[in-house]
Antibody, heavy 124, light 111 residues
Framework: QVQLQESGPGLVKPSQTLSLTCTVSGDSISSGIYYWSWIRQPAGKGLEWLGRVYTSGSANYNPSLKSRVTISVDTSKNQFSLNLRSVTAADTAVYYC????????????????WGHGTLVTVSS | QSVLTQPPSVSGTPGQTVSISCSGSSSNIASDGDTVNWYQQLPGAAPKLLIFSIDQRPSGVPDRFSGSRSGTSASLAISGLQSEDEADYYCAAWDDSLNVVFGGGTKLTVL
């Protein structure tokens, strides 16, 4: 049973960096089969894809956030992480990590396992 | 403003069939690839994959849920509507700008 769990601070000050980690159990990131993504959802609003990372550390990002986002992977801990720089109140949202498509078809789309999500509030 | 357009709400009675539309463009829904997805989000929960590759169901998803595409639009149909189907539904697709785009979501109410 694949499970994902987000962790990190629930409160971040404006202009600082939001940092979250997703711990994967029941699957191995180092197997190199899947991409791993971050997706967020402001309260009462829709979903926004932030980007994805592969085992090698290579990543794809949402073009509108590319200048502020870094997604990295730590295969030794079976974790992948999100850093979002220079945050504002508009970055307040529930942040989800998800298992993405298989690397053998990189332009397929399939978020088939999700974490429960973690609320991050940007406020001074 | 979402790249993919969905109706904010739809409703139906138990046993009915309802359909949710997702309007996009030649850059996403009608692009070369068959990457349209549908997700169900129950209140307070994470989204769950319902449909991938336009009309494919993951293991465990009832065949009451079906997907289709016509031109620049996609649709999710739910037959034999049940009270537990009351949720928010989102469509998603790859865009030619190398971004995953979502619809704004549709709230399904079972009357």
């Amino acid at each position: 049973q694949v499970q994902l769990q987000e962790s990190g601070p629930g409160l971040v000050k404006p202009s600082q960096t939001l940092s979250l980690t997703c711990t994967v159990s029941g699957d191995s990131i180092s197997s190199g089969i899947y991409y791993w993504s971050w997706i967020r959802q402001p309260a009462g609003k829709g979903l926004e894809w932030l980007g994805r990372v592969y085992t090698s550390g290579s990543a794809n990002y949402n073009p509108s956030l590319k200048s502020r986002v870094t997604i990295s992977v730590d295969t030794s801990k079976n974790q992948f992480s999100l850093n979002l720089r220079s945050v504002t109140a508009a970055d307040t949202a529930v942040y989800y990590c998800a298992r993405d498509t298989e690397i053998r078809d990189p332009w397929d789309l399939r978020f088939d396992r999700w974490g429960h999500g973690t609320l991050v509030t940007v406020s001074s | 403003q979402s790249v993919l357009t969905q109706p904010p709400s739809v409703s139906g009675t138990p046993g009915q069939t309802v359909s949710i539309s997702c309007s996009g463009s030649s850059s996403n829904i009608a692009s070369d690839g068959d990457t349209v997805n549908w997700y169900q989000q129950l209140p307070g929960a994470a989204p769950k994959l319902l449909i991938f590759s336009i009309d494919q169901r993951p293991s465990g998803v009832p065949d009451r849920f079906s997907g289709s595409r016509s031109g620049t639009s996609a649709s999710l149909a739910i037959s034999g509507l049940q009270s537990e189907d009351e949720a928010d539904y989102y469509c998603a697709a790859w865009d030619d700008s190398l971004n995953v785009v979502f619809g704004g979501g549709t709230k399904l109410t079972v009357l």
